[in-house]
């Protein structure tokens, strides 16, 4: 029975070859710190900025405990998505959909998690590129605080045109170095933002009080804490797709190397948000901004280079995200049978969109190529990402009107 269990998912030379293909299983050839810098990259982000303000709307002792617990919270629920990868022998669930029909059934597990992760991963695409634009806009305005004023769309357009040609990488291993980036200009911002208040020293008349005037305002703006500090700890919807790119034996499997790079990656996002939501928080009491830097405001050139990396880490969690999300089986086995029923911030955009792109291809391409049987090939690939960057483009513009 042992040996039989891994020949069950043993897969035809055409399903190897598209395989191959595709931007998740083309390449198992990461290393243990590349875990490390993809993890960095799909975490830290916008949202640590705004860690000072959560603090502001839950205090000393809650808003400690709250960081600390959602700290070690996301790395036990992260280890558990690492053990789950290959929990069938001789089967890696490479992507979310594969491990929610192994948990919940063939079809159930399809309607459960592919709706939810279509759409955050587009939605997440949608956000990144405003903040984009927006970051650019606020780079501008700090170093020509004389010029004429330029409209968003135009800053959201020349964001956009850096993920027309980032999108044509083939897959996670080939935007390696801009993941690695990003992952720098994370840890470069966050220390930009706390340093830099701490040297302004303590705010005159600081207040640590809670914010709000009355009781109802003190619950709303503590559930509105709880929300940001879930949307900083955010990034686990890539996991399984960037372990996939991990090799992985019977002796050694990727768990191993995955984990020690999970390691390194909290220890990098406890250094990025500790300093900044407990020394923000210090510094400036209940009158810190939604944005640190916002509050910061001087030196502008010091605040200028924070906004530009916190876009050049966005640029790069784009296309991560993008590259994870296939549901083959989804359109394959459901929408397409006649007989079935489909129920149907800012900174880091810059490299942060590529890491959050990369899903997304790889569920239109699975499609095209299995489904639709169109041949793999440079033409279908860059024909499929200028669609999606261009809609996602149109989108972001429309909905700024």
Known sequence: MGTDEPKKHEKSAEEKA???????????????????????????????LSLPYAMSSMGWGPGVTLM?????????????????????????????????????????????????????????????????????KKFHQTVCPDCSEIKLTYFILIFASVHFVLSHLPNFNSISIISLAAAVMSL?????????????????????????KNTGEHVFNFCNALGEIAFAYAGHNVVLEIQATIPSTPIKPSKKPMWKGVIFAYIV???????????????????????????????????????????????????????????????????????????????????????????????????????????PSFTLRFVTRTTFVGTILLSTVLSMD
């Open 269 to 375: 996002v406890a250094i990025c948000y500790f300093p900044v939501a407990f020394v923000g928080y210090y510094i400036y009491g209940n009158s810190v901004d939604d944005n640190i830097l916002l509050t910061l405001e001087k030196p502008a050139w010091l605040i200028a280079a924070a906004n530009i990396f916190v876009l050049i880490h966005v640029i790069g969690s784009y296309q991560v995200i993008v590259t994870t999300i296939s549901t083959y089986d989804f359109y394959h086995k459901y929408f397409l049978r006649p007989s079935s029923i489909v129920t149907n911030h800012h900174v880091r955009l810059g490299t942060e969109t590529q890491i959050y792109a990369m899903p997304v291809f790889d569920m239109m391409e699975t499609f095209l190529v299995k489904q639709v049987k169109l041949r």
């Open 188 to 212: 470069t911002y966050s220390t930009i933002a706390w340093t830099a208040a701490l040297a302004k020293g303590v705010h005159k008349d600081v207040d640590y009080s809670l914010r709000g």
């Open 68 to 136: 600390i617990l959602s700290w070690l919270i996301t790395l036990y629920t992260l280890w558990q998505m690492v053990e789950m990868h290959e929990i069938v022998p001789g089967k890696r669930f490479d992507r979310y959909h594969e491990l929610g029909q192994h948990a919940f059934g063939e079809k159930l597990g399809l309607y459960i998690v592919v709706p939810q992760q279509v759409v955050v991963e587009v939605s997440t695409c949608i956000i990144y590129m405003v903040t984009g634009g927006k970051s650019l």
């Open 18 to 48: 598209i395989d191959d293909w595709l931007p998740i299983t083309s390449s198992r050839t990461a290393k243990w710190w590349y875990s490390t810098f993809h993890n960095v990259t799909a975490m830290v982000g916008a949202g640590v």
